[in-house]
């Protein structure tokens, strides 16, 4: 059955999309002509080398030198791109420089709305960098951060990128021991990190955790502190130490940028850890600047001057990508605290006052908006949002209904998926086609994704393996330390050589839109039939009295399986009869009898990696009698004291 059209673009709209635009340029220079975008999206992938060329003349990227090739005939992952081209991010950022709009609004909990223009932003990148090439930087060695999500960030982000130096950062929210877990892999020679954050109204000194940090990392020659509140008593007497405010007095003359390789690393992004050491993956200049101009302006349809929000932190890639519509000209808008402090309507109230056009966050977030209740449009005037993106989890049926019915109806909801892997997303949004409940629009331009079965046969409309069949620029370079690309291979390519396998259950509707089931490394396979928790937990949300839920399904020593569904009730309810009820109800309602849990367990918290994902096959592996440091690297875990529970239960199951 065909889902509801939730939203339509109007003529006006398409016409005035960054789309709309390249595919007039398409006919005009290269005399190619799509009357769709499926046409256009399979052009794309067929023709990609032709397509990736466009890309490039279309945003005009400046190559200091001129390349070969556009792509080599390597398999993944060792395909090569643009040989021969030497380039810099960075430089196409400052190029759209302009004292018509400011560079950075940002607010958080310590400080309201302030703007930052693109003369000082300048100012501020271009003495970051002075220092820099003082201390003796040179393009490969790496700059390692330890921030929240303030300016200060984005300045040395833009002054690494912009000498060809590697970037890498991890949020003060992150322990000691998860953050040298990523940092002693790279080795930086500097550390750039805050004293303390602050969330939830409270601040978290962080200065111990500093010290430790850097006392592990015997490669960094100079650690510069920021201050988050403003001042720091006697620390920068510690050895190799510079505060923020005396860097900035760097004498300067003008900003530079190093033309490096197309493939030279630009950032290094890491795995979530949940089993091992995180991996490092390292990306590339090039690949990561021609995939974003062609998602922030095609699928995110970000124009300049206006104003582009994503709630994130220095930990997540989501900050990375943030960073890219100042490539389009836009105003990037950042900010720093908890989304819930001091309630959740903060952000509608920060994207009403600045005004947000594009507003970023995570499918859990809408739907803890949805169950308080939040009505956006009460806390101010959103009549220039356009647009709303979610990421980081599938976004139900019901989250879809909610942007729609309480955010805004005219509003172009551009639901994405892709990951740390690739800085980007495979699949999003598209500005001349119809959003249908419960599905994403489209497969990006330039990414040959499919799905597939048991026997890995194409499918469409069924729910199979999803699977990348052709190169992309910005998959990873190499993951760092790994010479022989040994954890690259079976981070991807294990399970059908020469193809990527994303680790994601996915449908592709006779639309040609995409459901996201959830990961396949947690699948449920419930009789033989697989489920994807994603679908479990759309149909628990829906009840309004169950905060959040984990999902998992153990095989039993003697055969069959036990299915528990664990959850946290929300203040105030209790997990009783009526309720367990309701939700088999709902279950066995929306989907089938195999998807209703064996038992219904309160828990009072669920384990959640610091990149906010739910650990389902830590939980299932400790239930079915592992240790938990066999389990799981409770480094990467936010919350690693909610494991004791279920190692507490795995007793019973398994005594």
Known sequence: MT??????????FKRNSNLAKYILWLKDNLSLEFKTYDALWAWSVEYSRDFWESISDYFKVIHHSSYSSVVSNDPMPYTKWFEGSTLNYAEHIFRNATDQCPAILFQSELRPLTAISWKALKQNVTALQSFFIQQGIQPGDRIAAYLPNIPEATVSLLAAMSIGAVWSSCSPDFGAASVMERFQQIEPKILIATDAYMYNGKLFNRMEDVKTIKAALPTVEKLILVPFTGTISGEENMNGTVLWNEVLQTPYITLQFTAVPFDHPIWILYSSGTTGIPKAITHSHGGVLLEHFKYLAFHNDVHPGENFFWFTTTGWMMWNYLHAALLLGATIVLYDGSPGYPDISILWRMAAKVPVHHFGTSAPFIMACKKAGILPGEYGDLSALRSVSSTGSPLPQEGFDYVYEKIKKDLWLCSMSGGTDVCTAFVG???????????????????????????????????????????????????????????????????????????????????????????????????????GTAEIYRAVDTIPEIKDSLIVNIELPGGGDYMPLFVIMKDGHALNPEIKETVKRTLRAAYSPRHVPDEIIAVNDIPYTISGKKMEMPVKKILMGKPIEQSVNTGSVKNPESLEFFKTLATLIYP
């Open 3 to 12: 889902p509801p059209i939730l939203w339509q673009p109007s003529d006006q």
């Open 429 to 531: 949004g598209c500005p001349v086609l119809p959003v249908y409940e419960g599905e994403i629009q489209c497969r990006a331009l330039g990414c040959e994704m499919y799905a597939l079965d048991e026997n890995g046969n194409r499918v469409t409309d069924e729910v199979g393996e999803m699977v990348i069949t052709k190169p992309m620029p910005s998959m990873p370079v190499f993951f760092w330390n790994d010479e022989q690309f040994e954890k690259y291979l079976s981070s991807y390519f294990e399970m059908y050589p020469g193809i990527w396998r994303h680790g994601d259950w996915v449908k592709i509707t006779p639309r040609n839109g995409i459901v996201i089931f959830g990961r396949s490394d947690a699948t449920l396979n419930r009789q033989g039939v697989r489920i």
